[in-house]
């Protein structure tokens, strides 16, 4: 069966500091995507990055960083220079290339960035 | 820009009463997901569709039913609501493929009394 695993339920950081935030999954497929979404107080979902499980080079967008490492079956989010406005919850997510595109999320990691 | 709609953004409800959220998307989307979100428990997949009048259950798909007649609408069921179903309900689209990110909708917090 397909899986999620997120172990920091919530995790604090200085701004301007790097934060890490952990993701497990577990697939026996052999072709998904892995993404991450940020979750504002405000309720919406935005989506962050994307990593595919073929891809040899780890996903980047600005300070948001995937560090993909299949053997392991992790691909954690790496945030450079947190800001205040980083705080919210963060969701990795993970997206089956086969059976309707089936996507399955974590429970979760609640950032709180601390001036 | 893509849009992803929900019925109601608030909704309280008698248990036994039969329940239906609606979504719509407008960016022509092939697949469409119903998602529950509870506190420490993530999203959890209740139901998804890959094209019209198909449907997957996902991880916890008891107590509902779905419908997609229209590749834009995809309908939530609660056939007799409890107030276990009292959550906040996420509906996404995205385009066909595990390349593709989702577009979600601002959420229905179902209370269920």
């Known amino acids: 069966a397909q899986k999620i695993t997120q172990t920091q339920p919530g995790m604090f950081v200085q701004e301007k500091e790097a934060v890490t935030l952990d993701c497990t999954y577990d697939?026996?497929?052999?072709?998904?995507?892995l993404f991450w979404y940020k979750q504002p107080s405000s309720g919406e979902m935005i989506f962050l990055i994307y990593q595919g499980s073929y891809d040899e080079q780890n996903a980047t967008e600005g300070r948001y960083s995937l560090n993909f490492q299949k053997a392991r079956k992790s691909a954690n989010l790496v945030i450079s220079a947190s800001q205040l406005g980083d705080s919210a919850m963060y969701f990795c997510?993970?997206?089956?290339?086969?059976?309707?595109?089936?996507?399955?999320f974590g429970a979760g990691t609640r950032l709180f960035v601390k001036a | 820009d893509v849009k992803v709609t929900q019925s109601s953004r608030y909704l309280v409800k008698r248990t036994g009463e039969k329940v239906f959220l609606e979504c719509v998307q407008d960016?022509?989307?092939?697949?469409m997901f119903w998602y529950r979100q509870d506190p420490g428990l993530g999203l959890r997949l209740i139901y998804f569709s890959y094209d019209v009048k198909m449907k997957e259950k996902g991880d916890i798909p008891e107590g509902y039913s779905v419908s997609r007649e229209k590749k834009e609408r995809f309908s939530l069921i609660l056939e007799s609501a409890s107030t276990n179903q009292t959550s906040m309900y996420l509906c996404a689209s995205s385009l066909s493929g595990a390349f593709y990110e989702q577009y979600f909708g601002p959420g229905t917090r179902l209370t269920v009394t």
């Open positions: 960016m022509d989307h092939e697949n």
């Open positions: 697939t026996s497929d052999q072709s998904y995507g």
């Open positions: 997510a993970m997206r089956l290339n086969t059976g309707g595109f089936k996507t399955i």
